[in-house]
């Protein structure tokens, strides 16, 4: 994407790659348009290769990062004052990791990120330490001015973004109060890779590598990476942004957590865990809270998500793997989220409806607010002492009762579970209170080899793609669905990319063509 002037209210402002930080040489011919349509021309000294730039404190006008350069973000970075950050194809910026200098950079209500890389030349966030490791650096924070159900930023319809990243400036704080903006865009991530994120700023509360703060739907966010993130990989508190083509690697926490209703949608994603790492506050893939008590604020957290693949700590069901893993997918705290056409494969459990906190999630269930349909669950069922394979579902679809849960809801040791008698088709009169939708068409396999993936568990050279035709597990190639009115929005990818036919298949990855090999040749997968 090339760009030569910035337009705001038919002024012309600053373009500023390097003049807003002291004592910085200039390299390459280089022209900056200075307010009032002033054109200086530098011409650096023959050979001059790129320098590595240092970006600090609050920049409050545009500015272009070229990829000749190496940027290192010190400290808390801030784009404040509705000003734009343009970064080009190939740029690589590095967060500082020591003392004081830990980075971050959080891009303010009314300000902006174009961060629009390519397939082969994706644009890298990552640690400036030598040895790079979980937590060297913050993360990229994006607080927007769309609503969120939350008044922790000092207003009904604000929060503060957790981690430690506001300040005097209320440069932390997102949402658009009582006057949200849910068409709000804060830029562009596309072709983006984060790593090593997750730094904790405050004691026990580490930014995520990518947070999403009341980020509005006119923003883009498509093909992105967050490769060993300390806290959570994808963390939305509020706004209404759709997200394509997301993949988290060995993350600590939770791969995909929804808080604050956020209403987005999202499709084609991956998570692929290290069955060594997980965190003290239990790992996930999904985790999904309407706010931290399970009110009745609004707008009630109701993200959809489609076409996941999350690959959890357990190749087989003799691994054991890290005690801190939980499940695949936690839904609690009056959340109305619905998942659809994905797979969770080899976790310690599969979907856990947890009604202890809050609003009790079967009223959710019950009224059709959340769903789960056209999933399968595969490898998430535990080798129990007297328990038989064959059960492994009592543990892939469970149910948590709590204070103001339902009568006639209960758990499977109560003899029935009535999540499970709903999501795998089978409720009938007595189970479940005997009322509410039916979500059929969820698969529970035993064994994770039975989804037939090509190479799923591999930390060094992952392969997500199903075996295809005779060869291939027929629920994943040929049953998902796109009927259910929460996937009728033009946002869902409904047919093929190389020849209109229908999408059938389920998880992130078609077996074969365009739509296999999205996540190839942008991403990074090391194996530390």
């Not at 002024?11 to 390097?18: G, L």
């Not at 064959?390 to 009568?407: E, V």
């Amino acid at each position: 994407m090339k760009i030569n002037k910035f337009k705001n209210n038919n002024m012309k402002r600053s373009i500023i790659w390097v003049a807003a930080f002291a004592g910085l040489a200039i390299t390459g011919c280089r022209k900056i348009e200075m307010d009032g349509g002033t054109t200086i021309t530098v011409t650096p000294p023959p050979n001059t290769g790129g320098q590595t730039i240092t970006l600090s404190g609050r920049i409050s006008k545009d500015t272009l990062l070229k990829a000749s350069n190496t940027y290192i973000l010190s400290g808390l970075v801030y784009m404040v004052n509705n000003a734009t950050m343009i970064i080009e194809p190939g740029t690589v910026i590095k967060g500082s990791f020591q003392g004081t200098s830990v980075a971050a950079l959080t891009i303010t209500r009314g300000a902006k990120i174009v961060a629009n890389g390519t397939q082969d030349n994706p644009i890298v966030f990552t640690s400036a330490s030598p040895v790079p490791r979980s937590g060297d650096w913050g993360g990229l924070v994006i607080c927007g001015r769309a609503s969120v159900n939350s008044a922790t930023g000092g207003s009904a319809g604000t929060l503060t973004v957790e981690g430690g990243v506001d300040n005097s400036f209320g440069d932390g704080i997102a949402g658009g109060g009582t006057t949200p903006n849910d068409d709000d865009s804060s830029g562009v991530l596309r072709y983006v890779r984060i790593e090593y994120a997750g730094y904790a700023f405050q004691p026990d509360r580490e930014i995520n590598s990518l947070t999403m703060a009341a980020v509005g739907r006119k923003t883009v966010i498509d093909y992105v990476q967050v490769t060993y993130a300390k806290d959570d990989a994808f963390e939305w508190f509020g706004g209404t942004v759709n997200c394509k083509h997301l993949i988290a690697y060995k993350t600590q926490d939770d791969d995909f957590d929804t808080d604050n209703g956020y209403s987005g949608n999202v499709q084609f994603g991956i998570a692929l865990r290290d069955s060594t790492i997980a965190d003290i506050s239990r790992s996930e893939a999904f985790e999904s809270d309407n706010d931290p008590s399970g009110s009745l604020n609004g707008p009630q957290t109701r993200a959809v998500f489609s076409n996941m693949t999350v690959i959890g700590p357990r190749a087989t069901l003799a691994n054991t793997g890290n005690s801190l893993y939980l499940t695949a997918a936690q839904i609690r705290r009056n959340s109305g989220i619905s998942i659809f056409n994905s797979i969770f494969l080899g976790w310690t459990g599969g979907l856990l409806i947890d009604s202890r906190l809050g609003r009790a999630i079967e009223n959710s269930i019950r009224d059709s607010t959340v769903r789960f349909k056209n999933n399968t669950i595969a490898g998430c069922g535990p080798l129990v002492p007297g328990v038989a394979p064959a059960l492994a579902d009592a543990i892939s679809i469970q149910y948590i009762n709590g204070t103001q849960s339902l009568p006639g809801w209960t758990t499977v040791a109560s003899g029935t579970d009535s999540v499970r008698a709903r999501f795998l088709g089978g409720l009938v009169a007595g189970v479940g209170n005997g009322s509410g939708t039916i979500f059929p068409f969820n698969v529970v396999l035993t064994n994770a080899t039975q989804a037939l993936l090509i190479a799923p568990f591999s930390y060094s050279s992952p392969d997500f793609l199903p075996f295809g035709g005779g060869s291939g597990n027929q629920d994943i190639l040929l049953r998902a669905s796109f009927v259910d009115p929460k996937l009728a929005i033009p946002f869902f990818q409904k047919t093929l990319a190389q020849d209109g036919s229908p999408l059938t298949f389920r998880g992130a990855c078609a077996p074969a063509g365009v739509d296999a090999n999205w996540w190839r040749g942008w991403t990074r997968f090391v194996n530390q």
